[in-house]
């Protein structure tokens, strides 16, 4: 009877241990493809940001192209107020018979 008590204690660590490696392998899994899923959504949050900064660029390009047609038009204006005033001093103005 006394020799099965050690052979009983060592199939029960073996079998501990056996499960304790499954478990953990388990876990490891687990862990694993959690890193995986964050990595992907840092990829797509990184992307996103890029996608961001690009229409940012863009926005400030169609801003500075707006504000310089807006300078070009008000020169315009200026030039054809000007023009008017001198179209005005030179028209003959019609005399009383």
């Known amino acids: 009877m006394k020799s099965t008590a050690?052979?009983?204690a060592i199939v029960a660590l073996v079998v501990g241990v056996g499960a304790g490696y499954l478990v953990w392998g388990a876990r490891?899994?687990?862990l694993e493809s959690e890193v995986g899923q964050v990595k992907a959504r840092?990829?797509?949050g990184q992307q996103g940001?890029?996608?961001e900064g690009?229409?940012?660029t863009k926005v400030q390009e169609l801003e500075a192209q707006i504000k310089k047609?807006?300078?070009d038009l008000k020169r315009e204006q200026e030039a054809r107020s000007?023009?008017?005033a001198v179209a005005?001093?030179?028209t003959p103005t019609k005399k009383s018979p």
Request: glycine share 0%; hydrophobic share 55%.
């Open 6 to 8: 050690p052979l009983v």
């Open 28 to 30: 490891t899994r687990q």
């Open 42 to 44: 840092l990829a797509e």
């Open 49 to 51: 940001a890029a996608r």
């Open 54 to 56: 690009a229409i940012a």
């Open 69 to 71: 047609a807006t300078e």
């Open 82 to 84: 000007k023009l008017e």
């Open 88 to 90: 005005a001093k030179l």
